[in-house]
């Protein structure tokens, strides 16, 4: 639970921005329509918290525990979450455009209708995760563990895929168009219906 009173809360949410909120403890707390867009978070506990709508746009995020937080329709475009910990939050609909998640843990995270477009998703841990319908288009996924993640109808237009674990995914009826799929793990992926027109396969070679 967050240390400070709702009062303390809601006096500090309406300083002048940015705000300076490193390591801050704000679990379990709501924040709905919170304007913390530029706000350093880096390190703070948000597990739990209920950030619906909220604004965090170029937030510093980085490190920040987010495991089971409430994100729908947040506003993160632009944000550092670096090495973040997102597991099973529900970022349904959140707007991700442009943000920097490599490292990031996103186990069992819910992302469908997202959109990811040109979000830095490298290296990041992705296993299980509700990605359907998202819009990934041009995101980099360099070396992801999207082991058993649902990308089924996901915008995957140009997404750089190459070293990705994609073992055991649903990637039907996804848009796969122009993808790098280079050494990506497609074992036992779900491709039924999924486009590939300009695709780069596993072993390297175009999609025929």
Request: proline letters at 2%; one cysteine or more.
């Amino acid at each position: 639970m967050s240390n400070l009173t709702n009062f303390q809360i809601y006096d500090l949410l309406n300083h002048p921005r940015p705000l300076w909120l490193v390591k801050i403890n704000l679990s379990e707390t709501t924040l709905w329509m919170a304007d913390l867009s530029d706000c350093n978070l880096s390190w703070a506990d948000l597990s739990k918290t209920d950030l619906s709508w909220a604004i965090m746009i170029n937030a510093n995020l980085s490190n920040a525990n987010l495991s089971f937080a409430n994100l729908y329709e947040v506003q993160l475009n632009l944000a550092n979450l670096r090495d973040a910990n997102l597991t099973r939050a529900n970022l349904t609909r959140a707007n991700l455009d442009k943000a920097s998640l490599p490292g990031a843990t996103l186990v069992e995270a819910n992302l469908s209708r997202a959109i990811m477009s040109r979000s830095n998703i490298s290296k990041s841990n992705l296993s299980g995760a509700i990605l359907s319908r998202a819009d990934l288009s041009k995101a980099d996924l360099i070396q992801a563990n999207l082991n058993s993640a649902n990308l089924r109808l996901a915008n995957l237009f140009e997404v750089n895929f190459r070293g990705a674990d994609l073992q055991n995914a649903s990637l039907e009826g996804a848009d796969l168009t122009g993808a790098n799929l280079a050494d990506a793990d497609l074992r036992n992926a779900n491709l039924n219906g999924a486009t590939l027109t300009d695709a780069i396969m596993p072993d390297g070679t175009p999609a025929t």
